[in-house]
């Protein structure tokens, strides 16, 4: 029988270096980086724009800003989940992977419990079908009067 440490170590992946910028991480800080710019040049363009007393385009500059703001806030909390999943131990592998093996064995009882259930109904109703034909039997035949 298998220990539950030889299934986990069978089906564990390779975690990354935390010094290795993977490739979700390279393509969060190009975004971040096109956020960034984005949100500079809207931040510069809405003085000028007020200057040249342009209201409908010092407005699209504020909300373009507010836009590039967010998504630079975003692609912050990207870089800093995924520095963080690089940097964990695996002590935060084996407390998912109780909680997933609590959650299934759960789900295996509750199963067992419906399948019961569904035995229970199908003897219920195999016992009814054999009383309605024994009652059948016992009935004398019907006379149809002509």
């Not at 440490?5 to 935390?18: G, L, W």
């Not at 590039?68 to 870089?79: I, L, T």
């Not at 940097?87 to 299934?104: F, I, K, P, T, V």
Request: avoid cysteine; proline fraction near 5%; charged fraction near 25%.
């Amino acid at each position: 029988m298998q220990t539950w440490e030889s299934i986990r170590d069978a089906y564990s992946h390779p975690r990354p270096v935390p010094f290795e910028l993977g490739a979700d991480m390279r393509r969060s800080k190009r975004w971040f980086l096109i956020a960034a710019l984005f949100t500079l040049i809207n931040v510069v363009g809405a003085p000028l724009a007020l200057v040249a007393r342009e209201g409908m385009h010092l407005t699209l500059h504020i909300v373009l800003a507010a836009v590039g703001a967010f998504f630079m806030w975003h692609f912050a909390g990207a870089r800093r989940r995924e520095a963080s999943l690089a940097r964990s131990d695996d002590g935060g592998d084996a407390l998912r992977a109780d909680r997933q093996m609590a959650e299934l064995q759960q789900s295996v009882d509750a199963i067992a419990v419906e399948v019961e259930r569904i035995g229970e109904s199908q003897r219920y109703a195999a016992k009814l079908a054999a009383e309605r034909a024994a009652a059948e039997k016992a009935r004398p035949p019907r006379q149809d009067k002509p």
